[in-house]
């Protein structure tokens, strides 16, 4: 039987460095509750499949949009359907898998922190287990999208404490969908220096730009777009651009067979032993390491 972690078309997955979560996660009073370590969306996923026989330090989230699948936690078998979600809470040995004929498409978050094993116990009392219903609605999608645009802008304090207070609501949604029919709060962004930056960061990726090029973007001079970057971010820009430049290395070694080398090279990057020295430093590990032990 084919078996695979990720590896699905139009697939999605941030996975926060572990470096943020005890560095800022933990730091930060609003996020010490809830807060995600990795988040991700795999459409129409045939053959995917995990099995953790001493379950994980984080708390599962699956939401089934289309499609079928099984879950088992604790011995305890489950059928998900479109419209349905499974609870896994961390430390349960659990496996899940998409249907063989009918693959499902998911959304799933992983999260932890000191209330969020009280949000996951009542989830599970007020289901009487672990599956529950999900009945579709934009709304829902929407707030995943959110706190996904949030992380994939960066790990600056606001974008993290964003993401993560929209957690809650993510999570409620699931856990009093029978009450989650508010008016809808369409968040405009913010276009200000910054977040004019951090556009511009985004769609260089592939280039190594200096801090001038970036400051020149949003006209300001250096000192003072430093200045100001830094008291949003809580990161000079360059650091938070190598942070986007990994993100995206991450994502390329989830997602694709390219070697170390040729990801280094579509990040702009000509040196692959300086490119492997600045994913470790961010992740804590090994470009080649993080592909073979990383997955949704």
């Known amino acids: ?14 996975v926060l460095p572990r470096k943020i979560i005890s560095g800022l996660c933990m730091d ?14 795999y459409p129409k996923a045939k053959h995917h499949y995990r099995e953790r026989l001493q379950g994980i330090d984080q708390h599962i989230l699956i ?32 496996s899940y898998a998409s249907d063989e004929q009918d693959a499902w498409t998911i959304y799933w978050v ?24 999900a009945p579709f609605t934009q709304k829902r999608i929407n707030l995943f999208e959110e706190i996904y645009a949030s992380l994939e802008r960066g790990y600056g304090n606001d974008n993290l404490s964003y993401a993560n207070m929209v957690l809650w609501y993510y999570l409620s949604s699931f856990l009093y969908h029978d009450k989650f029919n508010l008016a809808e709060n369409k968040q405009t962004k913010d276009n200000d220096k910054v977040e004019l930056a951090i556009n511009f960061m985004q769609q260089h990726l592939s280039q190594m730009i200096t801090l001038h090029d970036i400051a020149g973007s949003v006209n300001l001079s250096v000192p003072h777009f430093s200045s100001i970057f830094r008291k949003k971010t809580g990161f000079s820009p360059i650091e938070y651009f190598i942070h986007l430049k ?13 070697r170390v080398k040729e990801i ?19 992740m804590g590990t090994s470009p080649n390491m993080y592909r073979s032990k990383r997955g949704a």
């Open 1 to 14: 039987m084919i078996r695979k972690k990720e590896g699905f078309q139009g697939q999605k997955a941030i």
């Open 28 to 41: 930060n009073g609003m996020l010490q509750g809830a807060h995600i370590t990795d988040i991700g969306y």
């Open 63 to 94: 939401h089934c949009i289309e499609g079928k699948g099984t879950a088992k936690i604790n011995g305890k078998k489950y059928q998900l359907a479109p419209d349905s979600f499974i609870i896994i809470p961390g430390g349960c040995a659990h």
């Open 110 to 133: 992983h999260f932890k922190g000191e209330t969020a094993r009280s949000i996951v116990d009542n989830m599970v009392q007020k289901l009487e287990g672990h599956l529950g219903a």
């Open 246 to 258: 990994v993100q995206k290395a991450c994502q390329y070694l989830l997602f694709t067979d390219l």
């Open 264 to 282: 280094a090279e579509k990040l702009g990057i000509e040196d692959p032993y300086y490119f492997s020295r600045m994913f470790h430093k961010l």
